[in-house]
């Protein structure tokens, strides 16, 4: 028997039995008659500190364990190196300053998403659901994974590098747990969050005091000269801050969840203020700790920088360094997913990708369907994935739109003067990180023209094939087929373009 639902943005709003008679579903519809109404939508479970983990357990991942040999590479020499890593760290603050104003005015999920909408219009926001779900989530979601998987098979085959095979199997086990994780409770997966950054934080903690204490006995001797030989080259520098920012990215998290924070307006700026600064000063100290035992030649050597460092400093507990790496990389991966699977559910919600993408498991408050498609999508791309080519063409797509997400920022101070604005930046940041997106998305390209390049601007602008009849349009038969499958599942719910299924 099958019941209207009347739906908003996502919610599904229960009428009251008595208006429509009975309803075969088998609760207690007495019970059920004298609530007036059951909201079924993603729960307020994200505290502040919840959201602080979220933004710092993501941001810690693999990349200070894996790019500070490219950033070294690309910049040079050793002086510029730690400027990059300071510089990238005061970028990411900047921009989640102004994720912070945008977030706390809309306080939609999604992101990028949201504002970009709200700005551009829904062919921009579509553009951007589309590049980030088919590509950049689930890359950013394989790299990381096959981090994980690298450092965790490492020590099983000594003296050499474990086989292609092993680090995707292993990787492809990681995703498939992080995304049964996320799918089974919001809740558990918070909690893994939670305890995988403190884990990270603890590794971090102890490479950092040990650079201190070698500093302190007066090893130094490798900063001399530490800006001999830097790069001058534009394209040089801007692939070294795409590598320094891999490490950084991440620090927009918070707001792709923010129907899920509890009072947003306050811990959305507050987890970005304590969260992203937090991070700087740790990977600028990191990599001065790893400068003090490594030349740069022996840095660029390295195959694993952290292990690298744990072998010469801490024997014989240097084991703790690659146990701690496949910690991190994992709570970071788990973030990752987390967040993903919220934006499919939302630009599923607003009928820019197919509508199952925005229903909610009714028995786990959990967007399933988004979540298994994100992990699909990572799972095939780690069948090709090389890490350094992924990283180089990821930073190139995501800081485009950053730059625009700046901009939707100037924008909206022009044409919604109206919004509420809980937190208010000085212009002048946001046309800061115009300008700085701007160069990082220029540079590489203007410095060493790459087909590469090109493929991934066609790929952004080919969802518009998609967007006329599919979006537009809204052809009739994916919806029909879609409320076929509502028709036959009682585990779902969708929102209000699906006005019929079982209840
Ligand atoms: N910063 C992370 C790392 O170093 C990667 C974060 C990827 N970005 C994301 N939005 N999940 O591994």
């Not at 969260?275 to 790893?290: K, R």
């Not at 101070?413 to 937190?423: A, D, G, Q, Y």
């Not at 518009?464 to 087929?481: A, M, S």
Request: with cysteine; net charge positive.
């Amino acid at each position: 028997m099958h019941q209207q639902c009347e739906m908003d943005e996502g919610r599904v709003r229960r009428r009251k039995e008595s208006q429509n008679g009975s309803t075969g579903h088998n609760v207690d519809s007495q019970s059920e008659d004298r609530q007036p109404e059951k909201v079924i939508a993603l729960q307020k479970d994200v505290g502040l500190v919840s959201g602080i983990c979220l933004i710092v357990g993501t941001m810690i991942g693999s990349g200070i364990f894996i790019s500070p040999k490219s950033v070294l590479l690309y910049s040079g020499a050793i002086g510029p190196c730690l400027l990059v890593w300071a510089a990238c760290g005061v970028l990411s603050t900047l921009g989640a300053l102004c994720y912070a104003e945008l977030g706390t005015m809309i306080t939609k999920s999604g992101a990028e998403y949201v504002y970009l909408m709200e700005a551009f219009g829904s062919v921009v926001a579509y553009l951007y659901s589309w590049t980030t779900l088919i590509v950049l989530k689930p890359s950013s979601f394989a790299i990381i994974t096959l981090s994980f998987a690298e450092y965790a098979s490492t020590p099983f085959y000594p003296g050499c590098a474990p086989p292609v095979v092993v680090t995707k199997c292993l990787s492809a086990a990681a995703i498939f747990s992080i995304v049964i994780v996320n799918c089974f409770s919001v809740k558990l997966a918070s909690y893994v969050q939670n305890i995988f950054t403190a884990a990270k934080l603890l590794i971090i903690i102890i490479i950092v005091v040990a650079g201190i204490v070698l500093l302190a006995q007066g090893k130094t001797e490798n900063f001399s000269n530490a800006f001999e030989s830097t790069s001058v080259s534009v394209g040089a520098i801007g692939l070294a801050f795409y590598n320094g920012l891999w490490a950084y990215d991440g620090w927009n998290q918070l707001n792709f969840i923010t129907e899920e924070l509890k009072n947003p307006s306050r811990n959305l700026p507050l987890a970005i203020i304590i969260g992203i600064p937090l991070v700087s000063v740790c990977y600028v100290l990191v990599n001065m700790a790893y400068f003090t035992v490594m030349t740069t030649t022996e840095l660029l050597l390295s195959p694993a920088v952290a292990v690298t460092f744990g072998d010469r400093v801490l024997y014989p507990l240097s084991w703790i360094v690659p146990v701690f790496v496949v910690f991190s990389t994992f709570g970071s991966a788990n973030g990752s997913c987390f967040t993903a699977g919220r934006l499919a559910y939302v630009s599923g919600r607003e009928g820019h990708m197919v509508k199952i993408l925005s229903y909610i498991s009714l028995k786990r408050f959990t967007p399933l369907p988004a979540l298994l498609f994100n992990g699909i999508l990572s799972i095939i791309y780690i069948i090709p994935a090389d890490i350094n080519t992924l990283i180089n063409y990821f930073s190139f797509a995501q800081w485009l739109f950053y730059g625009m997400t700046a901009l939707s920022l100037i924008v909206l101070r022009f044409t919604r003067k109206e919004l509420h604005r809980p937190v208010k930046v000085p212009i002048v940041i946001a046309v800061l990180m115009v300008l700085v997106s701007l160069y990082l998305v220029l540079a590489p390209i203007i410095d060493k023209p790459q087909l590469e390049y090109l493929y991934c601007s066609i790929f952004i602008f080919s969802g518009l094939f998609f967007y006329y009849p599919f979006v537009h349009r809204k052809v009739t038969w994916g919806r029909r087929l879609m409320s076929k499958f509502t028709h036959n599942t009682s585990v779902l719910r969708g929102n209000k373009h699906i006005s019929s299924m079982k209840c």
